[in-house]
């Protein structure tokens, strides 16, 4: 017997070794599915396609640019202009884009020049800096996209800057006694320029955190068109809704696209790669790797065999003889013995007079189990066959419980002879 069980658990570590090693394999040589998107940037943890993608739902239009007078174009009022942190305008472009009534410039590129060209009062006063204590920063201002976000989750460091005295500016996010967001009103008091000391709290993988989306949203997405300006731009095609030629493109491979499919200022038409990318958005099982499949039969397989392993008999039901043969007799005098230990004699009383009930029962046409359930049944019967009183029947099937040892002897000695009695009537 035990030969045949260690054989049989063996062969089940065997067969679980065997699907998992191959489960292994498969899921080391299988590729991961597209379905006409590449998941690869979704799952980048560095992009900032989630973002974008969120603002593109949310009616915000993303233009990538290599020239900042594609921001210039139409109504630039309605226009949120993004100078990238690898482009460093000269000062001729800053000039014209200072006196163009841009609805929002975010500069990120925490130049010295760039910010005092546009904000006449900003410098950088750190270029890194990190808190000591905490990642987690107040915004301590009343600057209205920074106080509706609240807290920011910073996992990295970030620049920081200074304010002159006099500059209609306000910080947010202090670093160091410096703050890393800053606000500056524009001298034409047509719109703003938002000075970010960094672009970490917007990445895929802190978006989730504290009021960092809450705040991208709001940065990025205060107006209805967001223009990128980058000097080059790498394939993205992670972003799945985007307007210009470029839209399968995003500046220094991080950011790009992200509308629903507005018009944007510069009028030129979607590009082959943003047509098929928002014919193909992604759907829960195709951002899912192939061996999760594997995986998933492994799993049941695997349940199957310990089901059937610990369910199934090893060999025939063994019978044997009890060691000891107990009398009924003894088992009765037990239970008394029990009973007066305990000074039961209520329930003693009470399975006296529903056995007498069950084994009288019969006489009467009565269901044995009605009349054990309920002994008062054959009060009537009984008092009409012997020719008694019902009272004295009833005190005897359904009367008070016996308080004391010598009124349950005599009343089994009255259950007795009423049975005799019954009998030879």
């Given at each position: 017997?035990?030969?045949?069980?260690r054989?049989s658990?063996?062969?089940l570590?065997a067969l679980?070794?065997?699907?998992?090693?191959?489960?292994t394999?498969?899921?080391?040589?299988?590729?991961?599915?597209?379905?006409?998107?590449d998941?690869?940037?979704?799952?980048?943890?560095?992009?900032?396609?989630?973002?974008?993608?969120?603002?593109?739902e949310?009616?915000?239009?993303?233009?990538p640019?290599?020239?900042?007078?594609?921001?210039?174009?139409?109504?630039?009022?309605?226009?949120?202009?993004?100078?990238?942190?690898?482009?460093?305008?000269?000062?001729?472009?800053?000039?014209?884009?200072?006196?163009?009534?841009?609805g929002?410039?975010?500069?990120?590129?925490?130049?010295?020049?760039?910010?005092?060209?546009?904000?006449?009062?900003?410098?950088?006063?750190?270029?890194?800096?990190?808190?000591?204590?905490?990642?987690?920063?107040?915004?301590?201002?009343a600057?209205?996209?920074?106080?509706?976000?609240?807290?920011?989750?910073?996992?990295?460091?970030?620049?920081?800057?200074?304010?002159?005295?006099?500059?209609?500016?306000?910080?947010?996010?202090q670093?160091?006694?410096?703050?890393?967001?800053?606000?500056?009103?524009?001298?034409?008091?047509?719109?703003?320029?938002?000075?970010l000391?960094?672009?970490?709290?917007?990445?895929?993988q802190?978006?989730?955190?504290?009021?960092?989306?809450?705040?991208?949203?709001?940065?990025?997405?205060?107006?209805?068109h967001?223009?990128?300006w980058?000097?080059?731009?790498?394939?993205?095609?992670?972003?799945?809704?985007?307007?210009?030629?470029?839209?399968?493109?995003?500046?220094?491979?991080?950011?790009?696209?992200?509308?629903?499919?507005?018009?944007?200022?510069?009028?030129?038409?979607?590009?082959?790669?943003?047509?098929?990318?928002?014919?193909?958005?992604?759907?829960l099982t195709?951002?899912?790797?192939?061996?999760?499949?594997?995986a998933?039969?492994?799993?049941?397989?695997a349940?199957?065999?310990?089901?059937y392993?610990?369910?199934?008999r090893?060999?025939?039901?063994?019978?044997?003889?009890?060691?000891?043969?107990?009398?009924?007799?003894e088992?009765?005098?037990?239970?008394?013995?029990?009973?007066?230990?305990?000074?039961?004699?209520?329930?003693?009383?009470?399975?006296?007079?529903?056995?007498?009930?069950?084994?009288l029962?019969g006489?009467?046409?009565i269901?044995?189990?009605?009349?054990h359930?309920?002994?008062?049944?054959?009060?009537?019967p009984?008092a009409?066959?012997?020719?008694?009183?019902?009272?004295?029947?009833?005190?005897?099937?359904?009367?008070?419980?016996?308080?004391?040892e010598a009124?349950?002897?005599?009343?089994?000695?009255?259950?007795?002879?009423?049975?005799?009695?019954?009998?030879?009537?």
């Open positions: 017997m035990r030969s045949s069980v054989a658990i063996a062969g570590s679980l070794m065997s699907v998992g090693a191959t489960g394999a498969l899921a080391a040589a299988s590729p991961t599915p597209s379905n006409g998107v998941t690869t940037t979704l799952a980048n943890p560095s992009s900032d396609d989630a973002l974008l993608n969120l603002l593109g949310q009616g915000v239009s993303y233009t640019i290599t020239s900042p007078d594609d921001a210039l174009v139409g109504d630039a009022q309605d226009v949120t202009l993004v100078i990238d942190p690898d482009e460093i305008p000269d000062q001729s472009t800053l000039a014209q884009l200072s006196n163009a009534g841009i929002r410039i975010i500069v990120l590129n925490n130049n010295a020049d760039t910010l005092t060209q546009l904000t006449g009062g900003v410098g950088v006063a750190q270029s890194s800096a990190s808190p000591q204590s905490t990642t987690t920063l107040e915004p301590a201002c600057e209205p996209d920074a106080a509706a976000a609240g807290n920011l989750d910073l996992e990295e460091g970030t620049a920081t800057f200074s304010i002159a005295p006099g500059t209609p500016a306000i910080g947010c996010y670093v160091e006694a410096a703050p890393a967001l800053v606000d500056v009103a524009s001298p034409q008091g047509t719109g703003d320029v938002i000075a000391g960094s672009t970490a709290y917007f990445e895929n802190y978006l989730a955190s504290a009021g960092n989306a809450a705040l991208g949203l709001r940065i990025f997405g205060a107006h209805p967001l223009m990128w980058a000097a080059s731009f790498i394939s993205d095609p992670g972003l799945l809704n985007c307007v210009g030629a470029g839209c399968d493109l995003g500046p220094g491979g991080n950011p790009g696209g992200g509308a629903t499919g507005q018009q944007n200022p510069t009028t030129v038409t979607e590009s082959p790669g943003a047509q098929q990318a928002s014919s193909s958005q992604p759907t195709s951002l899912m790797p192939s061996w999760i499949w594997w998933l039969l492994q799993l049941v397989v349940a199957l065999l310990t089901a392993w610990r369910a199934r090893m060999g025939r039901v063994v019978t044997e003889e009890l060691p000891v043969k107990v009398r009924a007799a088992t009765v005098e037990g239970h008394a013995r029990l009973y007066r230990r305990a000074n039961a004699h209520g329930r003693a009383g009470e399975l006296l007079r529903r056995a007498t009930a069950s084994r029962a006489y009467f046409g269901p044995a189990a009605r009349a359930a309920d002994p008062s049944l054959l009060v009537a009984v009409a066959r012997l020719e008694t009183a019902p009272e004295l029947i009833g005190d005897l099937l359904a009367g008070e419980a016996p308080q004391s009124e349950l002897v005599l009343l089994a000695d009255h259950l007795d002879q009423l049975e005799k009695e019954v009998r030879s009537s």
